[in-house]
T-cell receptor, first 113, second 114 residues
Framework: DAGITQSPRHKVTETGTPVTLRCHQT?????MYWYRQDPGHGLRLIHY???????DKGEVSDGYSVSRSKTEDFLLTLESATSSQTSVYFC????????????FGSGTRLTVV | AQTVTQSQPEMSVQEAETVTLSCTYD???????LFWYKQPPSRQMILVIR??????QNATENRFSVNFQKAAKSFSLKISDSQLGDAAMYFC???????????FGKGTRLHILP
């Protein structure tokens, strides 16, 4: 496995506050992804990165930004958290070969109150 | 745009029996990958099995096998000799050869009855 660490594992925050979730990987994978998981929706892509400083939007990117200044770290920021962003957030990475699926982190459960 | 549909939100199976989870997808492409992921109560996402579209032979991993019907755009997962540890949410997923992103279905929650 890729050795993916997400932090924090759980977080409760108030509406309107900024929140940053961190994903750290130790396998030097080029591709990294942020998904959110909600009941009845499965996993939906927020943002992804195909290299340092190279990022792109997914299907549910509104209200989120990302940064990748180092290969091993991919940060997801909620600029001003809203209750609709209460979710479980997963980071994933992929190796270079197309055959590979993702390797996932353990997820961060974020509650916005 | 590609879509992945899992029509069974929940299923139950008796321990030691066989169960099949359905998945259909929509794509105009001919080259792609399909995956099944398992998410137990621990929340960890685990890759169960994968299939390359150009391979006609169905993938198998121990008690897990798929029935890949390319023309019908169907990719079902069969679990044989179901065990209590198989209880989980199962996600079907698709990725085009030309795309870096994986698209997931909404999931099927599988219950194993002792």
């Amino acid at each position: 496995d890729a050795g993916i660490t997400q932090s924090p594992r759980h977080k409760v925050t108030e509406t309107g506050t900024p929140v940053t979730l961190r994903c750290h990987q130790t396998e030097n994978h080029r591709y990294m992804y942020w998904y959110r998981q909600d009941p009845g929706h499965g996993l939906r892509l927020i943002h992804y990165s195909y290299g340092v400083k190279d990022t792109d939007k997914g299907e549910v990117s509104d209200g989120y930004s990302v940064s990748r200044s180092k290969t091993e770290d991919f940060l997801l920021t909620l600029e001003s958290a809203t209750s609709s962003q209460t979710s479980v957030y997963f980071c994933a990475t992929r190796g270079q070969g197309l055959i590979y699926g993702y390797t996932f982190g353990s997820g961060t459960r974020l509650t916005v109150v | 745009a590609q879509t992945v549909t899992q029509s069974q939100p929940e299923m139950s199976v008796q321990e030691a029996e066989t169960v099949t989870l359905s998945c259909t997808y929509d794509t105009s492409e001919s080259d792609y990958y399909l995956f099944w992921y398992k998410q137990p109560p621990s929340r960890q996402m685990i890759l169960v099995i994968r299939q390359e579209a150009y391979k006609q032979q169905n993938a198998t991993e121990n008690r897990f096998s798929v029935n890949f019907q390319k023309a019908a755009k169907s990719f079902s997962l069969k679990i044989s000799d179901s065990q209590l540890g198989d209880a989980a949410m199962y996600f079907c997923a698709y990725r085009s050869y030309r795309d870096d992103k994986i698209i997931f279905g909404k999931g099927t929650r599988l219950h194993i009855l002792p």
